[in-house]
């Protein structure tokens, strides 16, 4: 037996050694591309975004950007397998040159032009252990880019999560002059378009012109950097991070609900009799987004397959609707609202800012947009016109409209001149009657949930929901925590955090 052994060994340890070295390399060059194109078109998003991301499975990837997902196949697959192929096949034919034994193979016929010890050098070179010189490096890229350390450290930091967030349904809140509410999430709106020596003029000027209060020092906090993770903490205080890791739950289908004891803003105004509306662009499915709304107590929640109709694919971007398409449905559903005499909280997401590199609608086509400055300035305009739109038909009197960025700006064709911004802050406005009294400027988005709440006409009793402090209550006591230990410290492990993913029992 061991003979035998020895033997398929001797025959075919050149095929065996190729193998192996193929897999190291094929491995190191997958991860290196990996790093380099999330980073080149997310930024530089943590290891938990990913995580999270992943937990819910694949079901939401094949309903995302199909270009995006050609750009992955070529940067992430075929490279990497052509780029370990030519150097294992180079490293096989030398080694099988100076072995003796195969003196028939192709380099036989170029000992004459080449020096055999240079032939040896280059063998040195890229053999021995030059696999796993390039295996590590993968890693440490790999690592650096999606922030492995910061990662590892949330494993064993201070619970910060328990030490500071406030149960919402032990938070009395009472009614006083209720308002509708138009909830508007404008993809990666940040207020660094405003720059006119960066971009010429100040491309978020007609949603500017709108004349609602802003809070200038917007900050994005751990957990809130993408499109589901700005609604959740807006609208739950709370950040959203992996907990497949840590509870056993699976990945996908298997998380059946989506944080089903956390109290949101849809529970607390279904509470108070509000009918619910989300209506979106993309896919349901996509990140968990269309449980999110389902879980929380939203009435009607649409997404790209219950809004495209008869639209045809030309019709559309590859996540779905354009903003133009979108709008459309709000006002509709805006005006059949009204039409209930009931009071409503209507939320919805626009997409054509979404990087890479934005999506041109036939509206912001004519208008002249012919670049990603100019997808910015007429999604402003789309968004600036909806809410003209809403005063002409009378809304404003009974009804609250908040614009946010959900979070700030990924990776886009402006991100040079972005990044050159040290202080970058998502954009903000609430138009509402009577004017928002700030009590400060400085806000995360876990104080946008009682915020809203209480320009709704509500009281918070307290000032506090979540993680969330009031922004416009003169209740409400200063954050126990400067921001940067919150940056260092929320996305730790934290049992009370899981324990808001876990089932709810039933009496």
């Known amino acids: 037996m061991l003979k035998s052994l020895q033997q398929f060994h001797a025959r075919y340890r050149h095929t065996i050694r190729s193998l192996g070295r193929f897999l190291i390399y094929f491995v190191a060059f997958f991860l290196a591309a990996l790093a380099y194109w999330v980073g080149d078109n997310f930024g530089e998003p943590p290891l938990e975004q990913v995580l999270y991301h992943l937990q819910f499975g694949m079901s939401g990837l094949v309903d995302t950007d199909v270009a995006l997902i050609h750009s992955f196949v070529q940067t992430c697959l075929v490279w990497p397998i052509g780029l370990a192929l030519l150097i294992v096949l180079i490293d096989t034919a030398m080694a099988l040159f100076l072995s003796h034994t195969h003196q028939h193979y192709f380099l036989a016929k170029m000992a004459g032009k080449l020096n055999i010890h240079l032939i040896k050098v280059v063998y040195w070179v890229i053999g021995h252990r030059a696999p796993a010189y390039v295996l590590v490096a993968a890693m440490i890229y790999f690592c650096m880019q999606f922030s492995v350390l910061a990662f590892i450290h949330h494993q064993f930091g201070d619970d910060y999560f328990s030490a500071h967030y406030v149960y919402p349904e032990k938070v009395e809140i009472q009614a006083k002059s209720p308002k509708n509410l138009v909830l508007i999430y404008v993809e990666s709106l940040e207020n660094s378009y405003k720059d006119k020596t960066l971009f010429g003029d100040n491309l978020l000027a007609k949603l500017d012109a709108l004349g609602g209060e802003s809070f200038s020092q917007f900050k994005q906090a751990p957990g809130t950097g993408w499109t589901i993770a700005g609604i959740t903490a807006t609208q739950c205080g709370l950040p959203l991070k992996s907990v497949s890791l840590y509870d056993g739950n699976g990945v996908g289908e298997n998380i059946k609900s989506f944080l089903p004891r956390a109290v949101c803003l849809g529970d607390i105004l279904h509470k108070f009799g509000y009918y619910n509306v989300y209506m979106g662009s993309d896919a349901l499915p996509f990140s968990g987004k269309g449980k999110f709304f389902q879980d929380h107590h939203y009435d009607e929640v649409y997404g790209r397959d219950e809004l495209k109709g008869s639209l045809s694919k030309q019709q559309m971007n590859y996540w779905g609707l354009y903003d133009d398409a979108l709008l459309k449905h709000a006002k509709d559903k805006l005006t059949q609202l009204h039409k209930r005499k009931q009071r409503f909280n209507l939320v919805f997401t626009t997409i054509d800012t979404h990087g890479p590199d934005g999506y041109y609608s ?38 609250q409209v908040v614009i946010l960025g959900d979070h700030l700006a990924m990776e886009n064709p402006l991100s040079e001149k972005i990044y050159t911004i040290q202080q970058r802050t998502i954009y903000n406005q609430f138009i509402s009657q009577p004017p928002i ?21 509500f009281n918070v ?33 934290s049992e009370q955090y899981l324990d808001l993913w876990k089932p709810k029992t039933t009496p």
């Open 437 to 457: 009294q700030k009590n400060r400027d400085e806000v995360l988005h876990f104080d946008m949930y009682p915020t809203i709440i209480e320009v709704l006409g």
């Open 362 to 399: 036939n509206t912001c086509k004519q208008r002249g947009a012919q670049n990603f400055a100019g997808i910015v300035e007429c999604t402003a305009g789309n968004v600036a016109e909806f809410v003209r739109w809403i005063n002409k038909r009378g809304y404003l009197k009974d009804t």
């Open 461 to 493: 009793v307290g000032g506090r929901l979540g993680l969330g402090y009031s922004a416009i209550s003169n209740q409400v006591p200063a954050p126990n925590a400067s921001f940067e230990e919150m940056e260092e410290n929320l996305l730790n492990n």
